[in-house]
């Protein structure tokens, strides 16, 4: 597609249910961000993919949280036994790899967790 | 202290008016400054890149100062249509891996 695309762009869940989350990135970009945004707040970083190199997850919050980028393309974030506090809206971007190029966002996947 | 760091504001301003955000960044190693823009409840999109010897779009310009480690971003003439929150983001010297700050949020009035 043009744009990066993410999937469901609403979901409403039970605590303690798992939940997945799924971008489709912009094609020929090798680069992949999922971020968080709760209500009011800033951009919090959750997990880089950087083409074939290992992924920098140094922002996930917790062991629940866990994603994958399969084939290089699609990624899925997965969230398990999820907490009322995880509700918030979870955005992807994609970008080229060269450093200094433009990142590209999906209308993000907005979680509820009731 | 958060690597990138901004003054969330508001900023409220009337119309025609002249706006400058500041933005700091702690880290050194960071190569790559952006501005991007949030409207209510969509995606950030890139307003400008911040080149090092500064730069204009329109009415905005970009401002780096690597000595003091900030970046500035002026609005010109403000319109109502750029009533949005203003996101400061670095990159790291050769790793693209975006940190975004928390955002100022400008309201232009009639």
């Known amino acids: 597609g043009a744009g990066v695309s993410q999937s469901p762009s609403n979901k409403v869940t039970e605590k303690g249910k798992d939940v997945e989350l799924r971008c489709d990135p912009i094609s020929g970009h090798t680069a992949l961000y999922w971020y968080r945004q709760s209500l009011g707040q800033g951009l919090e970083f959750l997990i880089y993919f950087q083409g074939n190199s290992a992924p920098d997850k140094s922002g996930l919050p917790s062991d629940r949280f866990s994603a994958e980028r399969t084939g290089g393309s699609v990624s899925t974030l997965t969230i398990q036994r999820t907490q009322q506090e995880d509700s918030a809206v979870y955005l992807c971007?994609?970008?080229?790899?060269?450093?200094?190029?433009?990142?590209?966002f999906g209308q993000g996947t907005r979680l509820t967790v009731v | 202290r958060k690597e990138v760091e901004q003054d969330p504001g508001p900023f409220n301003v009337p119309e025609g008016a002249t706006v400058a955000f500041n933005c700091t960044y702690s880290n050194s190693a960071s190569q790559s400054f952006f501005w991007y823009r949030q409207d209510c409840r969509k995606e950030p999109k890139l307003l400008m890149s911040?080149?090092?010897s500064g730069n204009e779009d329109g009415r905005f310009t970009a401002q780096l100062n690597r000595a003091s480690q900030y970046i500035s971003l002026l609005i010109r003439d403000s319109k109502l249509s750029d009533s949005a929150t203003y996101l400061c983001v670095v990159a790291h010297r050769g790793y693209n891996k975006l940190i975004f700050g928390a955002g100022t949020r400008l309201a232009v009035h009639p």
């Open positions: 971007a994609s970008s080229r790899l060269k450093p200094g190029t433009e990142a590209f």
């Open positions: 911040v080149y090092s």
